[in-house]
C-alpha cells in the first residue's frame, strides 16, 4: 500500500531562513508527487506537482521540490520564507495508474515569525 | 475554474443518526474522492470513485459509505453517526489524476 511520510510535524523558522520539508513515500511503481498548502481557515491550494521530466519542480510563491528517485523523497524547500507562509503543508503521492487515489502525509506546521 | 460544492459548511448531528454529506462539482470529473482530516493525522482517505455507481474503498471506509449516482455528485453517508466521526471533511474531484479541486469542507460534530 502507498504510504507518505512527513519528517516534521511542526517547523519554527523565523522570517528570511530558509526552509526545507521532508517527504518521503513508500510505493512500487511510477507515483505522482504533489504539495499543498493550507493557511489557516482556508482550504486545500496546491502548491506544484511533478509527473515526469525535469526533477527539480518549481511551483509558486517561490517554492520548489526535488524529486529523488533512488531516496524515494520529494522535499520541498523555499530560499527564505515570509510570515505569510505561516501555514499547513501537506506532501501526497498517487500512483499513475488510473483507479487510483491521492494519499496524503500527516502534514508539517510552519510557523514564521517575524 | 473547477467548482466542487459541499452542501454544508458546518453540521451538527446526534450520535446515531444517518448522515448525509453532498458533493457536486461542475467540470464533469470521472473521479471524486471524500477525505476526512483530523490534526496532526493529514488527510485520509474514506473512499473513492472513478465512475458512475462505482467506489472503491479507501484507507478508513468502516462506518461510511457512499452513493455516485450522477457523474457529478458524490455523497458520504454516515449509517449511524458517532462521536469519534467528528471531524473536517473534503471532497474532492480530479480529471485524469492530474488535477485535483478540493472543496472548501464541512465540520461535522457528532453529540
Redesign the interface.
Known amino acids: 500500500a502507498q504510504s507518505v511520510s512527513?519528517h516534521n510535524?511542526h517547523v519554527i523558522l523565523s522570517e528570511a531562513a530558509s526552509l526545507e520539508l521532508g517527504c518521503n513515500y513508500s510505493y512500487g511503481g511510477t507515483v505522482?508527487l504533489?504539495w499543498y498548502v493550507q493557511y489557516p481557515g482556508q482550504?486545500?491550494q496546491?502548491l506544484l506537482k511533478y509527473?515526469s521530466g525535469d526533477p527539480l519542480v518549481k511551483g509558486i510563491k517561490g517554492f520548489e521540490a526535488e524529486f529523488i528517485k533512488s531516496k524515494f523523497s520529494f522535499n520541498l524547500r523555499k530560499p527564505s520564507v515570509q510570515w505569510s507562509d505561516t501555514a499547513e503543508y501537506?506532501c501526497?503521492v498517487?500512483g499513475?495508474q488510473?483507479?487510483?487515489?491521492?494519499?496524503?502525509?500527516?502534514?508539517t506546521t510552519l510557523s514564521v515569525s517575524s | 475554474d473547477v467548482k466542487v460544492t459541499q452542501s454544508s459548511r458546518y453540521l451538527v448531528k446526534r450520535t446515531g443518526e444517518k448522515v448525509f454529506l453532498e458533493c457536486v462539482q461542475d467540470m464533469d470529473h470521472e473521479n471524486m474522492f471524500w477525505y476526512r482530516q483530523d490534526p496532526g493525522l493529514g488527510l485520509r482517505l474514506i473512499y473513492f470513485s472513478y465512475d458512475v455507481k462505482m467506489k472503491e474503498k479507501g484507507d478508513i471506509p468502516e462506518g461510511y459509505s457512499v452513493s455516485r449516482e450522477k457523474k457529478e455528485r458524490f455523497s458520504l453517508i454516515l449509517e449511524s453517526a458517532s462521536t469519534n466521526q467528528t471531524s473536517m471533511y473534503l471532497c474532492a474531484s480530479s480529471f485524469e489524476g492530474r488535477d485535483y479541486t478540493f472543496g472548501s469542507g464541512t465540520r461535522l460534530t457528532v453529540v
Open positions: 512527513q510535524h505522482n504533489f482550504h486545500l496546491l509527473f501537506f501526497a498517487k499513475n488510473a483507479g487510483t487515489a491521492l494519499i496524503f502525509g500527516k502534514g
